[in-house]
């Protein structure tokens, strides 16, 4: 393991990973228990992204991507969740991090479930600046049930923590459970933090349930491939390439490979594909060839299919339904040829309600008054570009106010499919 972890950081300060700052987060949301019922929302005024507006001053874009991972009718448990918080101590800052990560806190029995392991860690000597940063860094802690496992995994948070803030890298040498997951999983995460994997990736993996960060042969076998590779630790896709690698037998891997030669590929564009897009490898052999009789059945070349999965790998994952949905709208409806889509296939990977058809719509009635010129734009200049840049280039630039009203106003409405 110790020659594993000198191969790791020479390739980690060859390509000058460690100063590289990333934002991620691998978990999925996990059900707090809760004696409410939690059931959803029957359309009246009470909303969950209204909620979190108001109580915690959120943004709507972000407070209406909380409410889909969370629903509540009444704000009863809600309520006593963040008065808890506050009254131990948390900032509505730090309490809009937690919620961010972890939005079904809000339906946790606070009395019950919630204050209990407060309690825990307070009477274990957790400070109230400590207990604030420990949580909002790691929220999901709170949904582990025992008392020691909670007790364990903070430790190991808050240890990491302060060895962080040193300005000077410091290995840590903990204590470990003998003989269990949760030895094997500290020492992965203590390895892959020596790497320089950091926290933000770290902490999800350590509360994680998968099996990728529990092992220990294996686990190494696949951290040496996934480095051997060239994936940078400090980035998801690191993270993402390790769980795969770990997820498939080398048999496994052979036989998916051999699918996509058949579509043309090489066993190095393969390998490039899966350094863009680890999940690559993870559709079954059933997935790939559905899509690539999907996309053949469209229209489309094999030559032009192989170019398309090189630059959007995610298309080969796409449902038969969703792809011939966008494809008929966009070359039926608008006219776009199939080249067009081959050249910009990230198009199929756009959500049809907020970007295709609402833009759509406002080229349409821009073509409808001979504003474009006879040429309809390209694919990706219509929905590459961000909403900010496509509202500048399509429709706050027009002299007549009454006319961009009209723009704005099938810009904002949703797209009626």
């Known amino acids: 393991m110790y020659t594993l972890l000198l191969h790791g950081r020479r390739l980690v300060e060859l390509q000058k990973w460690r100063n590289l700052r990333v934002s991620a987060t691998l978990l999925q949301n996990a059900s707090f228990s809760s004696p409410s019922d939690v059931s959803p929302r029957n359309g009246q005024n009470f909303t969950v992204s209204s909620y979190l507006v108001d109580s915690l001053g959120l943004t709507r874009k972000l407070a209406d991507s909380i409410s889909k991972k969370v629903t509540f009718e009444e704000k009863g448990h809600p309520d006593s969740v963040l008065t808890l918080l506050r009254t131990h101590g948390f900032t509505d800052s730090q309490i809009s991090t937690i919620i961010t990560d972890y939005p079904l806190l809000l339906v946790a029995d606070a009395d019950e479930s919630l204050a209990p392991k ?20 790691v929220p999901k802690i709170l949904r582990i049930k025992k008392d020691k496992a909670l007790g364990r995994y903070y430790d190991f948070v808050k240890e990491i923590i302060e060895a962080d803030k040193s300005s000077k890298f410091e290995r840590l040498c903990l204590s470990l459970p003998q003989g269990s997951k949760q030895e094997n999983k500290i020492r992965n995460v203590l390895v892959l933090r020596d790497l320089g994997v950091p926290q933000r990736l770290l902490f999800p993996l350590l509360i994680s349930r998968s099996a990728h960060v529990c092992g220990k042969e294996r686990f190494e076998e696949s951290l040496k491939k996934v480095l051997e590779m060239g994936f940078d630790p400090t980035t998801p896709k ?75 790998p995610q298309c080969i994952g796409l449902s038969a339904e969703t792809v011939k949905k966008k494809n008929e709208f966009l070359v039926e409806k608008m006219n776009w040829p199939l080249k067009s889509l081959a ?19 406002v080229i349409k009635a821009l073509m409808s ?44 409405k949703d797209g009626d499919l």
């Open 238 to 312: 690191f993270v993402k390439a390790l769980h795969t690698v770990y997820e498939l037998s080398d048999k496994t891997i052979g036989e998916k490979v051999n699918v996509y030669k058949r579509l043309g590929f090489g066993v190095g564009d393969v390998w490039k594909i899966f350094k863009k897009h680890p999940s690559f490898l993870k559709f079954s052999e059933k997935n790939i060839s559905n899509s690539i009789d999907t996309f053949l059945g469209l229209g489309f070349s094999r030559v032009e299919l192989a170019g398309m999965v090189k630059r959007f």
């Open 343 to 361: 050249l910009f296939p990230h198009v199929f990977g756009c959500s049809m309600e907020k970007r295709i058809v609402p833009r759509c719509e």
């Open 369 to 412: 008054k001979g504003l474009l010129g006879s040429e309809l734009p390209s694919v990706s200049s219509v929905l590459a570009c961000t909403d900010h840049m496509f509202m500048k280039k399509y429709v706050s630039k027009h002299d007549d106010k009454v006319f961009v009203d009209e723009l704005m106003a099938i810009f904002t």
């Open 118 to 137: 407060l309690k825990l860690l307070q009477n274990r000597g957790a400070s109230t600046s400590e207990l604030t940063e420990v949580l909002s860094k």
